[in-house]
């Protein structure tokens, strides 16, 4: 019953992660004291289950209840999330699925089933505790807080100012110090090979280029990590948060790629943010921060981002495949010219 318990919330919160990351639902949704309704859900389940233990003939009425208040729990769960607590909870549903395999197998008296699942369930709640470190929260706060509770957010005043790709690649070109920050927008456009065309283009004219990675960059842990890999970026120039934060106010150009809450500063000065207390790359304080975004819309948390608004930064319009190109072509000008 746990396994089938653990596994029908998993799979319902993993369809709604999965709807909400394809963009066919909100991105959040709050409703009038979540978490009693959602403790009293899965007391609900947890009855049903017991009785189902309990009885000589389990009963289909109660195996039905059962297999429904399980589902709704997983969809209840997962409704209210948004943000960069997306990475957190896929670890969860991870070690979820992987606990459950290991209670079937044991039902079934199947090693091979047990020590899977284990070794899955075990991986996964330690990632989760990870992403919960990096996160700023406790795994507590995690399993059974509010996930991405959001408040009032402070006024930002101020206007997104953009930028033409050719200026974008000059600034980039004569630069000596550049710091790419990749995010979900550079998955979606699959650019990670443009970019780091776009890298070796800036390291032949002797510009030093890094990629700094947030834990949670991206909507599941190592995202952006795995892209580069594939793109071929050494692993030498990709740089953790904790390594990079201290460069960016050496930094010449920060060239944010489809990034939003992992660099928003709001996450430091606004408490009523849904992100306040979350550690983020600390983009701001680089001389010249481009952003490479499709529109001017919010990010997955739905906030605004105070880093678009900046004195230093300016907005690079347009599907980061297609913008990262433009600074491509904007790069063979200028070695064309004679520079």
């Known amino acids: 019953m746990l396994g089938a318990l653990i596994g029908a919330v998993s799979f319902s919160g993993s369809v709604i992660a999965w709807a909400k990351l394809d963009g066919r639902m909100d991105k959040r949704y709050v409703f009038p004291a979540q978490q009693m309704v959602n403790a009293a859900l899965m007391a609900g389940a947890l009855i049903c289950g017991v009785l189902l233990v309990l009885q000589p ?8 209840l059962f297999f429904a208040l399980a589902l709704v729990v997983g969809i209840a769960m997962t409704l209210p999330i948004g943000g960069a607590d997306m990475p ?30 284990t070794v899955v369930g075990a991986a996964g709640m330690l990632l989760t505790q990870l992403m919960a470190k990096a996160m700023n929260r406790s795994l507590g706060n995690v399993l059974f807080g509010s996930f991405g509770a959001a408040g009032e957010a402070q006024a930002i005043s101020g206007a997104q ?11 980039m070109a004569f630069a000596e110090r550049v710091v790419i920050v990749p ?3 550079m998955a979606v456009a699959q650019a990670q090979h443009k970019v780091w065309e776009l890298t070796q283009a800036l390291q032949k004219r002797g510009v030093q280029v890094k990629f700094a990675i947030h834990p949670v960059a991206g909507r599941m842990p190592g995202h952006m990590n795995v892209l580069l890999a594939e793109a071929g970026v050494p692993y030498d120039i990709i740089a953790d948060m904790d390594d990079i934060n201290p460069e960016f106010a050496i930094t010449d150009v920060a060239l944010v790629i489809g990034a939003n ?40 948390a739905g906030i605004e981002n105070a880093l678009f608004y900046a004195d230093n930064t300016r907005m690079l319009y347009g599907d980061a495949s297609d913008a990262i190109a433009q600074l491509i072509a904007g790069m063979k000008e200028l070695d064309g010219g004679g520079h």
Do not use: C, W
């Open 261 to 300: 809450d992992v660099v928003n500063p709001v996450a430091k000065t606004d408490p009523s943010s849904p992100i306040y207390g979350m550690p983020i790359l600390d983009v701001e304080a680089a001389r010249n921060v481009i952003v490479v975004k499709r529109g001017k819309g919010t990010g997955f």
């Open 57 to 64: 003939t389990p009963a289909m009425a109660v195996i039905a």
């Open 161 to 171: 100012k953009p930028i033409e790709a050719s200026d974008v690649a000059a600034m």
């Open 183 to 185: 995010g979900y927008g």
């Open 88 to 117: 957190v909870v896929i670890s969860l549903y991870n070690a979820l699925t992987g606990l459950a395999v290991a209670f079937e197998g044991y039902v079934l008296q199947n090693e091979a089933l047990i020590i899977a699942g």
